[in-house]
T-cell receptor
Framework: EAQVTQNPRYLITVTGKKLTVTCSQNMNHEYMSWYRQDPGLGLRQIYYSMNVEVTDKGDVPEGYKVSRKEKRNFPLILESPSPNQTSLYFC??????????????FGPGTRLTVL | RKEVEQDPGPFNVPEGATVAFNCTYSNSASQSFFWYRQDCRKEPKLLMSVYSSGNEDGRFTAQLNRASQYISLLIRDSKLSDSATYLCVVNQTGTALIFGKGTTLSVSS
């Protein structure tokens, strides 16, 4: 089944404790991205990657890191989480290099709480 | 980054009603347009792309007015299962999608 998977789905952590949220897609998509969704603010892009070893900042990259060592994986790293990073996170992938007509396929989301 | 604006609602309608959502975007260079549906904080899923000539998919009709920078979604004969949040999405740079904050629809029996 073609899908985007994220782990963990739910995470409660404490300020300053490094964490990684994994994202994997099995559709051989080139383009992947991370979003966060907050009430009243909608979906905002954190980082995106157009291909292996190519990453770039989105609208809200502060406090996050990403890597793209393999085409299928795009982990999101919070080196020192803070309470304002409590949010619902979505990973997404698109078949080609962000062609304007391509659909984005979203993972199921990761609900992160930072205490 | 310029914005995509939607009426947040909520729109509360009875089954069988026709309901329309509107969306405006501020960047005239925007290239492609979509409506996504999101249920109960689950992942967004593509409902339909929006083409300049307008397009229809069953009970759903999408319209685009580039001159006015305006997108619409019409839902006819609303079903209980249409209850969700509808996200207007615009591609502005060719690599990033800009999401509206969403319009919430609640269909009641």
């Amino acid at each position: 089944e073609a899908q985007v998977t994220q782990n963990p789905r739910y995470l409660i952590t404490v300020t300053g404790k490094k964490l990684t949220v994994t994202c994997s897609q099995n559709m051989n998509h080139e383009y992947m991205s991370w979003y966060r969704q907050d009430p009243g603010l909608g979906l905002r892009q954190i980082y995106y990657s157009m291909n292996v070893e190519v990453t770039d900042k989105g609208d809200v990259p502060e406090g996050y890191k990403v890597s793209r060592k393999e085409k299928r994986n795009f982990p999101l790293i919070l080196e020192s989480p803070s309470p304002n990073q409590t949010s619902l996170y979505f990973c997404a992938s698109t078949p080609s290099r962000g062609e304007v007509t391509d659909t984005q396929y979203f993972g199921p989301g990761t609900r992160l709480t930072v205490l | 980054r310029k914005e995509v604006e939607q009426d947040p609602g909520p729109f509360n309608v009875p089954e069988g009603a026709t309901v329309a959502f509107n969306c405006t975007y501020s960047n005239s260079a925007s290239q492609s347009f979509f409506w996504y549906r999101q249920d109960c904080r689950k992942e967004p899923k593509l409902l339909m792309s929006v083409y300049s000539s307008g397009n229809e998919d069953g009970r759903f009709t999408a319209q685009l007015n580039r001159a006015s920078q305006y997108i619409s979604l019409l839902i006819r004969d609303s079903k209980l299962s249409d209850s969700a949040t509808y996200l207007c999405v615009v591609n502005q740079t060719g690599t990033a999608l800009i999401f509206g904050k969403g319009t919430t629809l609640s269909v009641s029996s």
